[in-house]
């Protein structure tokens, strides 16, 4: 199987592509100027705690005030095979604590924090106020899993913990204590940062995008494609601080058209935008989100198959079940997962089309738990959500139905155009007229989403904007043009 990493970055945004043999299994982004990342540690203060629901809210500069459960001891660490407990903490309102983020805030709730700190090495995660020791349950070899459990067990002192990664099977001791020695120092340089840090401030951010996959996620993968120069050079370094991959496959892009056209990703990208996914069957799933969960209906579509019903039946359930795992990853939908297969009468089918879910969901990297398959062929599963979805990105509140619907962002529009444009110089034009809606087009131009490109691919060719009061939010057209005098509306303006 061909394994493959893409990166690249636009309108401020830095994107990540995880294929196998050129289909899309993980897509990341994280905003370059991200205020609020999963993993950062901020100095809070406890504005009320509700014994009620065993929690409290703690300022920590945000919009809303955090959420920070009293009751989730070592929670996060319930992942891993080992023992132990989180930290006792006792709150009153007006404290001022470190917490750090472990959901950032969406729609109409605030952030969830945690006072479990802990910090990511490629080998160990330190727990500095949690009593555990854990080890990842894929080092399945006993005689690994004791001897690196009796390794750790000697870097950590009374009160603070240790989790083993995966990638610590083949680490040396060396290794281990050099990496265990580093993660206590970032941890004392966070608490001499917050004795001075006013509250509200981020005392510790998370490491950037291309720094958590290099970090994380290299195992297997034959090449590294990168659309834009300067990251080029920043994945290069990282690659280089590394043993096990080669500086020679990291490529840099050098197309006409975009990377992700290039490599047939945008479309895979754009159809994450749409509820309805076709199986290649004929068949198809829709993906509604709501508030409490997400919920994923499974059709037959065109697919008749060659038998009898319940055969037909079978076989796109089998099918759905592993594009379900697939669009959940790629998507990355957290929550609870329920799933209306179509009925099937044997128990038999039904208790398959379970065990195909839960190996398919197996390969994610995040964690999920499947429950048993309901006699109405409704499965139910939930999935730990590992950072924004591609949804923060694609979408923005509705302003025609009191924001409760949402239509494309103004951003994956921006993306959207950029491709197209690009696509047209690579057809040998110098010129391109877009025709788009008013409000959009103001809206690229105020936050200058492709400037970048106008100082950078597009240098020597000219970009003209016609603005259109009729036009939908996510209508536009792209025509190329050659001569160096064209004639257009007065109120078309030039991409600068």
């Known amino acids: 199987m061909k394994k493959e990493w893409f990166f690249d970055r636009f309108c401020g945004t830095q994107i990540v592509v995880y294929a196998e043999d050129g289909r899309a299994v993980e897509v990341g982004t994280e905003k370059?100027?991200?205020?609020?990342?999963?993993?950062?540690?901020?100095?809070?203060?406890?504005?009320?705690?509700?014994?009620?629901?065993?929690?409290?809210?703690?300022?920590?500069?945000?919009?809303?005030?955090?959420?920070?459960?009293?009751?989730?001891?070592?929670?996060?660490?319930?992942?891993?095979?080992?023992?132990g407990s989180g930290g006792n903490f006792s709150l009153k309102e007006g404290d001022e604590i470190l917490v750090q983020l472990v959901k950032t805030p969406r729609g109409t709730k605030g952030a969830k924090v945690t006072c479990d700190l802990s910090f990511v090495g490629k080998n160990l995660i330190y727990l500095p106020r949690t009593d555990f020791l854990g080890i990842s349950r894929k080092i399945v070899d006993e005689t690994a899993r004791t001897s690196l459990l009796r390794e750790t067990e000697k870097l950590r002192e009374k009160g603070e913990g240790f989790i083993v990664r995966t990638a610590a099977e083949t680490a040396t001791k060396r290794h281990l204590k050099t990496e265990a020695e580093y993660l206590k120092r970032m941890y004392r340089s966070v608490l001499e940062h917050a004795k001075r840090a006013p509250v509200g401030t981020a005392v510790y951010r998370e490491y950037e995008l291309p720094v958590k996959v290099m970090r994380d996620s290299l195992g297997g993968v034959g090449k590294i494609y990168v659309g834009d120069r300067e990251l080029y050079e920043k994945v290069l370094s990282?690659?280089?601080?590394?043993?096990?991959?080669?500086?020679?496959?990291?490529?840099?892009?050098?197309?006409?058209?975009?990377?992700?056209?290039?490599h047939g990703l945008a479309e895979q990208i754009y159809a994450l935008a749409s509820r309805h996914v076709e199986l290649e069957s004929g068949g198809d799933l829709v993906i509604d989100r709501t508030e409490a969960m997400t919920v994923i209906d499974v059709n037959t579509g065109k697919f008749t198959g060659e038998s009898d019903l319940e055969s037909t039946v079978y076989e796109t359930n089998l099918l759905a079940a592993r594009e379900i795992a697939r669009q959940v990853r790629l998507r990355n939908i957290g929550g609870i997962i329920a799933v209306d297969f179509i009925?099937?009468?044997?128990?038999?089918?039904?208790?398959?089309?379970?065990?195909?879910?839960?190996?398919?969901?197996?390969?994610?990297?995040?964690?999920?738990?499947?429950?048993?398959?309901?006699?109405?062929?409704?499965?139910?599963?939930?999935?730990?959500?590992?950072?924004?979805?591609?949804?923060?990105?694609?979408?923005?509140?509705?302003?025609?139905?009191?924001?409760?619907?949402?239509v494309l962002s103004d951003k994956f529009m921006a993306m959207k155009l950029r491709s197209s444009i690009t696509d047209c110089f690579s057809e040998g034009y110098g010129a391109a007229i877009v025709e788009l809606n008013s409000g959009l087009m103001q809206e690229i131009l105020r936050n200058r989403?492709?400037?970048?490109?106008?100082?950078?691919?597009?240098?020597?060719?000219?970009?003209?904007?016609?603005?259109?009061?009729?036009?939908?939010?996510e209508q536009y057209t792209v025509r190329g043009e050659h001569g160096r005098v064209l004639t257009l509306p007065d109120n078309a303006q030039i991409l600068y």
Request: hydrophobic fraction near 35%; include cysteine.
């Open 32 to 83: 370059e100027s991200t205020a609020h990342a999963i993993g950062n540690i901020y100095k809070g203060r406890v504005m009320n705690v509700v014994t009620g629901m065993q929690a409290a809210f703690v300022n920590c500069g945000m919009e809303k005030n955090c959420y920070l459960p009293l009751d989730e001891t070592a929670a996060a660490f319930s992942t891993y095979d080992g023992s």
């Open 238 to 262: 990282l690659v280089r601080m590394r043993s096990d991959f080669s500086e020679k496959n990291v490529v840099l892009h050098s197309g006409k058209r975009t990377m992700m056209t290039e």
């Open 343 to 406: 009925d099937m009468a044997e128990e038999e089918h039904r208790k398959k089309v379970e065990e195909e879910l839960t190996r398919a969901l197996s390969l994610d990297r995040a964690k999920c738990r499947v429950l048993p398959m309901s006699e109405l062929c409704v499965s139910l599963f939930t999935r730990k959500r590992t950072s924004d979805d591609i949804t923060s990105l694609m979408f923005k509140p509705c302003p025609h139905c009191t924001r409760e619907g949402f």
């Open 449 to 473: 989403f492709l400037t970048a490109d106008v100082n950078g691919a597009w240098k020597g060719k000219r970009v003209y904007m016609i603005p259109h009061r009729t036009y939908h939010e």
